[in-house]
């Protein structure tokens, strides 16, 4: 991140704005601290990376997931190129490009100001991702992308796909998704593919992409869901128990959306997992929903 980037920062805790006070390498945050000019809480900035999380806060399942995919992050992409593909009977293609296109990455189009279009993806992971962004975003397009997780060492291995230098710069962070950095309505896209499930508050993190998307943009979740469309052998029916033994009821949390919400798409992408579909109205005509009558 450069220093022109922490103004697009909120503070998690208050939402209020951010200074960095630190030391530069080459025109980036190397090493410092994020200060809330509201709230005076300071966040960490070491090697490079903004720590904006409040552990405190992180409990439960969160703490669970976060302390695997710290320790196993190597295993994390081979397991789902490899792996999955063999326990779903589909390919790790099939079921990325079933829930790249509810993105719409080709209606991108440079906004009437001299701002880029922003996508943001919550829960970056490694990266996997980030060449479809590549491959679906428009060459013309100024985009600026950004990646939010709360594992170190998932973030870890993104920063070293990144750094094979392919693609457009991404700015990443440790970020909760029930605490997102960011200002309200900051985003073009905002998506996150397989962790919801785990979250220790689903309402809460939809709540927040809805808060951080843009009026009318589709914001895109996924994750773990046997197909309820078609009946299970009990190979795949066992298969799918051992990968979600973190949740008793895996499914899709339609139920939890923020109020307002429209253009709702749920549907199955593979075996193993659905998409979630939706878009917020403006702020104004959400509040106006929210009233009791």
Request: glycine share 8%; proline share 8%; charged share 25%.
């Amino acid at each position: 991140m450069i220093p022109a980037d922490v103004g697009r920062l909120a503070c998690p805790s208050c939402r209020g704005t951010l200074a960095f006070d630190g030391q530069l390498d080459a025109g980036h945050l190397a090493v410092g601290r994020l200060r809330c000019g509201a709230c005076e809480w300071d966040w960490p900035v070491e090697n490079g990376l903004p720590d904006l999380v409040d552990s405190m806060r992180v409990r439960g399942l969160d703490r669970l997931m976060r302390f695997v995919y710290d320790h196993l992050a190597p295993l994390h992409d081979p397991a789902v190129r490899y792996l999955l593909p063999l326990l779903q009977w589909s390919s790790e293609k099939a079921l990325r490009d079933g829930y790249m296109r509810r993105l719409e990455l080709d209606r991108l189009a440079a906004p009437t100001s001299a701002e880029p279009v922003r996508v943001l993806e919550v829960g970056v992971g490694a990266g996997a991702n980030l060449p479809l962004l590549e491959r679906d975003l428009s060459r013309g397009t100024d985009v600026d992308l950004w990646g939010v997780d709360l594992s170190r060492g998932m973030i870890a291995l993104c920063r070293r796909r990144l750094a094979q230098g392919h693609g457009r710069r991404v700015r990443l962070l440790l970020a909760d998704a029930h605490a997102l950095p960011f200002p309200d309505a900051s985003f073009d896209r905002v998506f996150h593919v397989g962790g919801i499930g785990a979250y220790r508050d689903p309402r809460t993190a939809l709540a927040e992409m809805a808060r951080v998307a843009r009026p009318a943009t589709p914001i895109v979740v996924v994750d773990e869901q046997l197909d309820p469309g078609r009946v299970q052998p009990l190979f795949h029916r066992l298969a799918f128990r051992a990968l979600t033994f973190y949740d008793p009821t895996p499914a899709c949390p339609v139920a939890l959306l923020p109020a307002g919400a429209y253009d709702v798409v749920e549907e199955q992408v593979s075996r193993f997992y659905y998409c979630l579909t939706f878009r917020m109205p403006p702020r104004a005509s959400r509040l106006t929903s929210e009233r009791p009558a």
